[in-house]
């Protein structure tokens, strides 16, 4: 198979998992030093702590540079409940279904879409822990960041392309991208 088309990759990525999928224009995606200046003020406590996050996965201008050319994304997304807005336990299981269906879904995107760019939600957990910085990436083909990290706001990015981000109280969204190509 050459190429996949949108129907087919919305039903790929329901059958992984993903509660919703929708295509995304990349022409829609700024990556803003707002966002980044997030990242540096280390709410997530992830700032220089992972190859996958700022500073170590580069610059702005860097980001830029990596995903021009791609034309062609989708946008997948996993919508959890929780007990009250306090369930962390609800919140973890959340993400954790939601990084176990992105790599699922890179690894059969990958079969179709050589140059394919996953970008994911929180850092990289490929590592039980990250070998930075003492050592390289242990597994750099298969490293990816977070849509934060590359400066991309997920809620105008989702608004820009029709697809919701808040689903109402007692609900938590987490969101990645593949750029295809
Ligand atoms: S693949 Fe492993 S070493 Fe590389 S960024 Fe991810 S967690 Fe860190």
């Known amino acids: 198979m050459s190429s996949l ?15 919703n999928v929708a295509e995304m224009d990349v022409g829609t995606v700024r990556l803003l030093g707002d966002v980044r200046r997030m990242c540096e003020s280390n709410g997530c406590g992830m700032y220089g702590r992972n ?21 062609r994304g989708i946008l997948v997304q996993t919508v959890g409940e929780l007990e009250d807005e306090f369930d962390g336990e609800g919140m973890m299981e959340t993400e954790a279904r939601h990084k176990d269906a992105f790599v699922r879904m890179h690894d059969e995107l990958k079969k ?5 760019l996953s970008i994911g939600a929180g850092c990289c957990t490929r590592c039980k ?3 930075y ?11 990816f960041s977070s849509m934060e990290a590359y400066g991309m706001l997920v809620t105008q990015i989702c608004q820009d392309n029709g697809m919701a981000y808040y689903y109402g109280p007692g609900t938590i969204a987490y969101t990645s991208c593949f750029l295809l190509e």
């Open 5 to 19: 088309q949108m129907r087919e990759m919305e039903v790929l990525g329901k059958d992984i998992g993903f509660s």
């Open 51 to 71: 190859w996958s996050c700022p500073p170590a996965c580069g610059s702005l201008e860097e980001c830029e540079a990596r995903i021009s050319g791609y034309r």
């Open 112 to 116: 179709v879409f050589p140059k394919l």
């Open 129 to 131: 822990v990250c070998s």
């Open 133 to 143: 910085p003492d050592a390289p990436c242990r597994f750099p083909e298969k490293q």
